[in-house]
C-alpha cells in the first residue's frame, strides 16, 4: 500500500512564503505523475501543479509564477515551493500520486492533508 505524507503547512501573513512537502513510502519517481491539490471549505479541489515521470511540468493558473513544484527523487520527496502567499492560498494541501496502467488499474493516491493558513 502507497503512503503519502504531506509535512510543511503552518499559519503565515499575505506575502510569505512557505514549503510543502510530501514523503513516499516508495519511489516517487515511479509513479507516471504526482502533484499537489489543495481544497478550501466549500470549494471544489482545486489543481496546483503537477510533475510527470519525464519531468513536465502543469500549474493552475492561480498560483503560476508563484509556486514551484520539484521532485526529489533520492528522497521520494514531492515539494511545493509557495511564494507571495494570499488569503486565497488558505486551504488543506493534499499530495497526489497516480499510477497509469490498465486494470486491475490505475492507481490513484493522496495524503492526508496539509492545512495552510495565510492571514495578517
Do not use: H
Not at 466549500?42 to 503560476?64: F, H, M, N, P
Request: glycine share 10%; aromatic share 10%.
Amino acid at each position: 500500500q502507497v503512503q503519502l505524507v504531506e509535512s510543511g503547512g503552518g499559519s503565515v501573513q499575505p506575502g510569505d512564503s512557505l514549503r510543502v512537502s510530501c514523503a513516499a513510502s516508495r519511489s516517487i519517481a515511479s509513479f507516471d505523475v504526482v502533484g499537489w491539490y489543495r481544497r478550501a471549505p466549500g470549494d471544489d479541489r482545486e489543481l496546483l501543479a503537477r510533475i510527470t515521470k519525464t519531468g513536465t511540468t502543469d500549474y493552475g493558473d492561480s498560483v503560476k509564477g508563484r509556486f514551484t513544484i520539484s521532485r526529489d527523487n533520492a528522497k521520494n520527496t514531492l515539494n511545493l515551493q509557495m511564494n507571495n502567499l494570499k488569503p486565497d492560498d488558505s486551504a488543506v494541501y493534499y499530495c497526489n500520486a497516480e499510477i497509469w496502467a490498465p486494470p486491475p488499474g490505475p492507481w490513484d493516491y493522496w495524503g492526508q492533508g496539509t492545512q495552510v493558513t495565510v492571514s495578517s
